[in-house]
């Protein structure tokens, strides 16, 4: 089985070639710079792995590249700028697509506007198959379903501060100042609060302030729970580092974490549903490494996509896969998740 990455030569995508290599599939690197993709090869140690050279302004050649792979897992970012040429490739080659994105609006535009292409060619898009947006919409699946009448959900990336990407600053940088949505009765508008109440985070004894901030789950939630509001949210603490992102500073960050550092870090996604009559439950996944834990991600969501039994369209995580199932495989991974009744 062949899966190609796209981007396989940023952090991220060489994540994703060594996640591949250690599951025994095929990777095929792609992207814009031969130099680059064959020294990501070298260092996921597959020196003769396929490298195929495809620009974003030519389409033939980055359908092409995608044609005889089962999947593509695109990891070149920041996605407002560079994913829609690689899921209209990827569509056209006939190829299930998923990616590493946490970009609102884009996802917004790639579930609302690529459903019916993908399933006219038959094909599953599921973007934003990171440790945010994939774990953040199944476990707000399993929570919800545990309350009969959903008013809202609140869906927390509660991950204490510590390294990110250039990539990912660039990406935050570049949707920052769009600011965060929320969805209320059918629509997404700019959210109309600072942020929630603070939430004391499973595991820790105090209650931390939490900021309104741009998730996946806000776009993705709506699409399989029936709800009035959904609202999103991070630690007040990683909001302000984010929102002092300048160009400079972005610039200056390293392009790739150490994997101590990314282990020391606790990685923590919550949501809360509460009910029309007041009932709530929580539910929450943590572990830690998240870098890694998105390349194992979006590699396992491509090698179901490829297996089957996803329908074909453009989904949420929580549509194309069993929720359960899916947090379920990552435990190996040192990942635990649970989902409670609270009084
Ligand atoms: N939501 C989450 O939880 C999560 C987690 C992990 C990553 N991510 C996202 O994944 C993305 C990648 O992050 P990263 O740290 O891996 O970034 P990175 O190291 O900067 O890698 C970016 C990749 O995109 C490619 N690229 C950039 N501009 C391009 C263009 N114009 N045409 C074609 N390819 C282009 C780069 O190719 P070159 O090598 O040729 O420059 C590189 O392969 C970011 O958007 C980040 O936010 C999200």
Known sequence: MRIAVHGASGFTGGLAVAELVRRGIEPVLVG?????????????????????????????????????????????????????????????????????????????????EFGKDAEEAGVTVVPAMADDGGPGDLIAALTASRVPEVAEVVIADLRLPGSASRGTARSMASVFEEGPWEFVDGEWIAATEPG?????????????????????????????????????????????????LTSDIVESIPESIARDARQAGRWLMMAEA??????????????????????????????????????????????????????DFLTPEAVTWQVEDLR
């Open 274 to 327: 509460i009910g029309t009559d007041g009932r709530r439950a929580r539910g929450w996944v943590a572990g830690s490494d998240g870098y890694r834990l998105t390349a194992v991600i979006a590699v396992e969501a491509a090698r179901r996509l490829a297996a089957g039994g996803a329908p074909a369209g453009a989904l949420a995580p929580a549509e194309a896969f069993d929720a359960a199932d899916f947090l």
């Open 32 to 112: 814009r710079n031969a130099d680059r993709l064959r020294a990501a090869a070298v260092a996921s140690g597959v020196p003769d792995a396929e490298v195929r050279v495809a620009g974003l302004d030519d389409s033939v050649a980055l359908t092409a590249a995608f044609a005889d792979c089962v999947a593509v897992v695109n990891c070149a970012g920041p996605f407002t700028r560079w994913g829609e040429p690689v899921v209209r490739a990827a569509i056209a080659a006939g190829r299930h697509y998923v990616d590493t994105t946490g970009e609102q609006r884009y996802l917004h535009r790639i579930l609302t």
């Open 196 to 244: 929630p109440e603070p939430i004391v985070p499973p595991g820790e004894a105090v209650a931390v302030p939490v900021s309104a901030f741009a998730l996946p789950g806000v776009v993705t939630i709506p699409r399989h729970v029936r709800t009035r509001r959904v609202r999103s949210a991070i630690r007040t603490e990683v909001a302000a580092l984010f929102s002092a």
